[in-house]
């Protein structure tokens, strides 16, 4: 008799600790201070060289911290050998908020690697910060 009125209270206690951390964990909070959400990287973006012109990358989430690009329209660069559809980014978000992977380049001459790169995504702007590419620097996004 003495244990029912015991557990009773306790195990209210108990049940309320264990949603209570059930719930939290869900959450996931961030574990350092600086630590920031990935820039909104989904959408169609501009490529900014002369010698590419008019070739716009379409970027899609494949999670909320994977994405990848493909070519959307080729413009200018379909002298490099891309494709319409053809996937050219590879990227992941970073605990600083910023997408880090790789960048499908090719040359004139046939020259075709996965080179990396680092980029920050704005409502307007996609800048990559880190790149052996210029064109994809202060990329615009295509409404």
Same mark, same amino acid.
């Given at each position: 008799?003495?244990?029912?009125?015991?557990?009773?209270?306790?195990?209210?206690?108990?049940? #309320?600790?264990?949603?209570?951390? $059930?719930?939290? =964990?869900?959450?996931?909070?961030?574990? /350092?201070?600086?630590?920031? &959400?990935?820039?909104?990287?989904?959408?169609?973006?501009?490529?900014?060289?002369?010698?590419s012109a008019g070739m716009?990358?379409?970027?899609?989430?494949?999670?909320?911290? #994977?994405?990848?690009?493909?070519? $959307?329209?080729? =413009?200018?660069?379909?002298?490099?050998? /891309?494709?319409?559809?053809? &996937?050219?980014?590879?990227?992941?978000?970073?605990?600083?908020?910023?997408?880090?992977?790789?960048?499908?380049?090719?040359?004139?001459?046939?020259?075709?690697?996965?080179?990396?790169?680092?980029?920050?995504?704005?409502?307007?702007?996609?800048?990559?910060?880190?790149?052996?590419?210029?064109?994809?620097?202060?990329?615009?996004?295509?409404?």
């Amino acid at each position: 008799m003495r244990i029912s009125r015991w557990w009773g209270p306790v195990g209210v206690a108990l049940l #309320t600790q264990l949603l209570s951390l $059930a719930a939290a =964990g869900r959450q996931q909070p961030k574990k /350092y201070p600086w630590e920031k &959400e990935p820039g909104p990287i989904a959408g169609r973006w501009k490529v900014t060289c002369a010698r590419s012109a008019g070739m716009i990358i379409e970027v899609g989430l494949q999670s909320k911290t #994977t994405a990848s690009g493909h070519v $959307a329209v080729l =413009g200018a660069a379909e002298k490099y050998g /891309y494709s319409a559809g053809e &996937e050219m980014l590879r990227l992941e978000a970073d605990d600083l908020g910023k997408w880090v992977g790789q960048l499908k380049w090719r040359s004139v001459a046939g020259v075709q690697r996965w080179d990396p790169i680092t980029m920050i995504a704005t409502a307007e702007k996609l800048n990559a910060i880190m790149t052996t590419d210029d064109c994809y620097k202060d990329m615009p996004r295509v409404r």
